[in-house]
């Protein structure tokens, strides 16, 4: 059963009531503000009235993934795609899928009206970017994208931190081998009577009795001869 509708005109209010609400209305100035300024602050007001529960959700939303786009990604470049036909786009599509990434898109009303004010000849005008965790301009973007993959970096690092272990070992390894051949030349010689040794592995008392026999054999031709 539905429910009817009361087309009944309201009583008027008793003669108290009637004073009271001529009292209580409030007496405002006059607005002086230029029009211009009025229609905007009635637009602004319309504006926010419009906005529902639902659209700042949404954002939050938004504004969430994002975030969790940022942080869970080690490189994010972002890009200012240009009008281009469908097959172009689907050519990007393809070679960004091939590449390992993905493509997400934001609607960005200030920077498409923007753009107008550009002249760019690129399909997309890389910007920036986040590259392990830090933000790069488009030359940072550039010189990061000109570096060999993460696979050859880790070789040549390997290979530099090998060779510089490998020649302290040798360099080690030297001094052990000259000095275990001096210890071994020290102890053969010692072994053949050569008496005292020096630093340098040579016998002390031979040099000496070498001139004392050429000094025996100088004085003996000199007494044949007199």
Same mark, same amino acid.
């Given at each position: 059963?539905?429910?009817?509708?009361?087309?009944?005109?309201?009583?008027?209010?008793?003669?108290?009531?009637?004073?009271?609400?001529?009292?209580?209305?409030?007496?405002?100035?006059?607005?002086?503000?230029?029009?211009?300024?009025?229609?905007?602050?009635?637009?602004?007001?319309?504006?926010?009235?419009?906005?529902s529960?639902?659209?700042?959700?949404?954002?939050?939303?938004?504004?969430?993934?994002?975030?969790h786009?940022?942080?869970q990604?080690?490189?994010?470049?972002?890009?200012?795609?240009?009008?281009m036909?469908?097959?172009?786009?689907?050519?990007v599509?393809?070679?960004?899928?091939?590449?390992?990434?993905?493509?997400?898109?934001?609607?960005?009303?200030?920077?498409?009206?923007v753009?107008?004010?550009?002249?760019?000849?690129?399909?997309?005008?890389?910007?920036?970017?986040l590259?392990?965790?830090?933000? &790069?301009?488009?030359a940072g973007m550039q010189?990061?994208?000109?570096?060999?993959?993460?696979?050859?970096?880790?070789?040549? &690092?390997?290979?530099? &931190?090998s060779?510089?272990?490998?020649?302290?070992?040798?360099?080690?390894?030297?001094?052990?081998?000259?000095?275990?051949?001096?210890?071994?030349?020290?102890?053969?010689?010692?072994?053949?009577?050569?008496?005292?040794v020096?630093?340098?592995?040579?016998?002390?008392?031979?040099?000496?009795?070498?001139a004392v026999?050429?000094?025996?054999?100088?004085?003996t031709?000199?007494?044949?001869?007199?």
């Open positions: 059963m539905g429910v009817k509708t009361n087309i009944q005109k309201p009583r008027m209010p008793w003669i108290e009531r009637r004073i009271l609400n001529a009292v209580t209305v409030p007496l405002l100035p006059p607005d002086l503000r230029p029009l211009p300024q009025k229609c905007q602050e009635e637009k602004q007001a319309k504006e926010n009235a419009c906005r529960e639902l659209q700042e959700a949404y954002e939050a939303f938004r504004t969430k993934d994002t975030w786009m940022l942080s990604n080690k490189m994010v470049a972002i890009c200012h795609i240009l009008p036909t469908s097959r172009d786009f689907f050519n599509r393809v070679k960004v899928h091939n590449a390992g990434m993905k493509l997400k898109f934001a609607n960005n009303k200030w920077a498409r009206s753009t107008v004010m550009f002249i760019m000849h690129a399909q997309s005008k890389r910007a920036g970017g590259v392990e965790d830090r933000i &790069l301009s488009r010189d990061a994208a000109k570096l060999p993959p993460l696979d050859i970096m880790r070789g040549e &690092l390997l290979t530099i &931190l060779a510089s272990a490998g020649k302290t070992s040798r360099l080690l390894g030297r001094h052990q081998t000259e000095l275990s051949a001096n210890l071994a030349q020290l102890v053969k010689q010692q072994s053949e009577g050569y008496g005292d020096d630093s340098a592995g040579q016998d002390k008392d031979a040099p000496q009795a070498a026999e050429d000094g025996g054999s100088n004085s031709g000199e007494e044949k001869e007199s």
